[in-house]
């Protein structure tokens, strides 16, 4: 079977579903390892058997809705490739601003000691950890299995300067490490009787990641208060949350920390609040 034959029977199955088509290009990049450019000039070019059967099963996984990142398993974050597994979040776009300003802060500011609060696959981490240096930074998280991928995609990056630790929020931190200059954290935020995470990507991620008690304040909410005894004096603390509860969040916050602000992430919504531990 040639590449254009492939492509046609695709063409057939998506007929309504139109970025399935463009998306298997990236199928196709993948396992022959070629660009775009040279799959269009090589469209006559035979696929060997085993190809075309990974086409076909990547294919009917997309089709059934699973995110490209966990049929690849890679993800690209800040330009840098990660290697990302089922039970691991996939890391989003819109985290990206918050690690940006997270960026400029520790260059503005020095800062130095900082911890990743729910690591999963290290990238909040790891684009510190490049874009920074002289740091030191704790990456933590309670799922073993990121703690696994934390570490494989620290040796991927040449990345030494990573601290990984299993921990339900801040319970094994005690005792072990100095303050904190900077936590960051995405934490789980969603309700369980919130219907988007029976649509889309969001079917294929793991519970623990998504969903958070107290109609999806509570980790936010303890976050904000926990991390206050965890702070060096003027410590930063940065959390990604959505827009529901934003009230609740900016009132804890405003109880704990000063120079609250809360900036605009993906789709030009609030999505994350920075604030100074209150002396
Ligand atoms: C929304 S994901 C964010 C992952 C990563 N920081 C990112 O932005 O791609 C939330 C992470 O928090 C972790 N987590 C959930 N509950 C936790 C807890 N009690 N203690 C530590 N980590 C937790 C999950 O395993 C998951 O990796």
């Given amino acids: 079977m040639k590449i254009k034959d492939w492509l046609n029977k695709v063409y057939l199955y998506s007929k309504t579903n139109h970025y399935i088509y463009n998306e298997c290009y990236i199928f196709l990049e993948f396992l022959l390892k070629k660009n775009r450019i040279w799959i269009e000039i090589n469209i006559n070019y035979k696929l060997n058997f085993k190809i075309i059967e990974y086409l076909n099963i990547f294919l009917l996984r997309r089709l059934k809705g699973e995110p490209i990142a966990y049929i690849l398993n890679c993800y690209y974050f800040l ?13 989003r776009l ?3 601003y918050m690690v940006i300003f997270s960026i400029k802060l520790i260059k503005k500011k020095k800062l130095t000691n900082i911890l990743d609060l729910g690591s999963g696959s290290g990238v909040i981490a790891c684009a510190i950890s490049k874009n920074c240096i002289n740091v030191n930074i704790f990456a933590l998280d309670n799922n073993f ?15 030494y300067n990573i601290h990984i630790l299993k921990s339900n929020w801040f319970m094994n931190v005690k005792n072990k490490f100095n303050f904190f200059d900077l936590i960051i954290s995405n934490p789980p935020y969603i309700w369980n009787k919130d219907n988007c995470i029976n649509k889309n990507d969001l079917r294929f991620e793991c519970e623990n990641s998504l969903l958070s008690n107290h109609k999806g304040w509570g980790d936010i909410i ?58």
Avoid: A, M
Wanted: hydrophobic share 40%; charged share 20%; proline share 1%.
């Fill in 79 to 91: 330009d840098i490739k990660y290697i990302i597994y089922q039970d691991i979040f996939i890391p």
């Fill in 94 to 96: 819109g985290t990206e």
């Fill in 145 to 159: 299995l990121s703690l696994i991928l934390i570490k494989i995609n620290c040796l991927k990056l040449n990345i």
């Fill in 222 to 279: 303890y976050i904000i208060k926990s991390s206050y005894h965890y702070l060096n004096d003027k410590g930063w603390l940065i959390v990604e949350h959505s827009l529901i509860n934003l009230n609740k969040i900016i009132y804890f916050f405003k109880k704990y920390y000063y120079n609250v602000f809360t900036y605009k992430g993906i789709h030009y919504n609030y999505r994350f609040t920075v604030g100074q531990k209150l002396l």
